[in-house]
């Protein structure tokens, strides 16, 4: 799901790059961020697509029950993507797809010596599956819209 530690590029943005600390929120509340946008556009346009990250533990504090997490690890909820966890870099969490936000690429490109994690061709494929699932939605569900 990762690039090991060691090989983690800092002078290139890539679709699942997640950076710590990122004041996310208009109340500059920081959280962990994962970079949304494919990779190309991450790399030359101004704009960039970032998603916060919630760790399992906050979202049991939120009232998420434990049969809802276990779908979130199954891959069975289409708008939270499942980030397993990482030896003391990463907690068990969820990437929450309904809160993409637009960033400045400068902004991004400032902070690529902080990146903690990138994903590796299998994490971002499942990435770049899960937002498409998100805004497309293809089911043969009629409930799931």
């Given at each position: 799901?990762?690039?090991?530690?060691?090989?983690?590029?800092?002078?290139l943005?890539?679709?699942?790059?997640?950076?710590?600390?990122?004041?996310?929120?208009?109340?500059?509340?920081?959280?962990?961020?994962?970079?949304?946008?494919?990779?190309?556009?991450?790399?030359?346009?101004?704009?960039?697509?970032?998603?916060?990250?919630?760790?399992?533990?906050?979202?049991?504090?939120?009232?998420?029950?434990?049969?809802?997490?276990?779908?979130?690890?199954?891959?069975?909820?289409?708008?939270?993507?499942?980030?397993?966890?990482?030896?003391?870099?990463?907690?068990?969490?969820?990437?929450?797809?309904?809160?993409?936000?637009?960033?400045?690429?400068?902004?991004?490109?400032?902070?690529?010596?902080?990146?903690?994690?990138?994903?590796?061709?299998?994490?971002?494929?499942?990435?770049?599956?899960?937002?498409?699932?998100?805004f497309?939605?293809?089911t043969?569900?009629?409930?799931?819209?």
């Amino acid at each position: 799901m990762y690039v090991p530690p060691g090989n983690i590029s800092v002078d290139l943005l890539f679709q699942g790059d997640v950076f710590p600390s990122y004041p996310f929120l208009s109340d500059d509340t920081s959280r962990s961020i994962i970079l949304i946008s494919q990779t190309c556009d991450a790399q030359r346009r101004e704009n960039i697509l970032v998603a916060p990250i919630f760790t399992f533990s906050e979202m049991e504090g939120r009232g998420v029950k434990p049969d809802t997490l276990k779908d979130v690890r199954l891959r069975r909820i289409n708008y939270w993507f499942y980030l397993p966890p990482l030896d003391g870099v990463l907690e068990e969490s969820l990437v929450d797809l309904q809160q993409i936000k637009f960033s400045s690429r400068i902004d991004i490109d400032n902070r690529k010596s902080t990146k903690i994690i990138t994903l590796n061709d299998w994490g971002r494929h499942h990435l770049a599956w899960s937002i498409s699932n998100f805004f497309g939605r293809p089911t043969l569900d009629p409930i799931a819209c």
